[in-house]
């Protein structure tokens, strides 16, 4: 019976921090997100018109997927030599993402480069 409790105890101290450890961030968590707002201010006639808008800057990582949403609006490089960008092995492709150059591969989506 002494031994049988001196086990249970021994396992929950070996358990305990399994308990509160956090899972591990999937890849589409990767990337970073920058916001800030841009103000522009003019008039028109009398009156003074504030436009105001969201700018998100995106950091890419490696490993990270685009969702089909971000692949539609990003545009392929086809001129890589002119950016100074390696060639991109069978299966990947540049892609430019505002001011930056992703290698991604085309069938799953994943990020496998970045440039700038």
């Given amino acids: 019976m002494k031994r049988l409790l001196i086990a249970l105890v021994a396992s929950s101290f070996l358990t ?8 591990a961030k999937p890849f589409e968590v990767a ?32 490993g990270h997927r685009l969702s089909p949403s971000e692949r539609r609006r990003i545009a392929a490089v086809n001129d890589y030599r002119r ?11 540049w892609v430019r993402a505002g001011n ?8 799953t989506g994943v ?6």
């Fill in 16 to 23: 305990a921090p399994m308990a509160f450890a956090q899972p």
């Fill in 100 to 107: 930056d150059f992703l290698l991604i591969s085309i069938a």
């Fill in 31 to 62: 990337q970073m997100k920058e916001r800030h707002v841009e103000k522009r201010v003019y008039r028109h006639g009398n009156n003074k018109i504030v436009e105001k808008r969201v700018i998100e800057n995106k950091r890419w990582a490696r």
């Fill in 83 to 93: 950016y100074k960008l390696r060639t991109p092995q069978r299966g990947q492709q």
């Fill in 111 to 116: 990020i496998v480069n970045t440039a700038r």
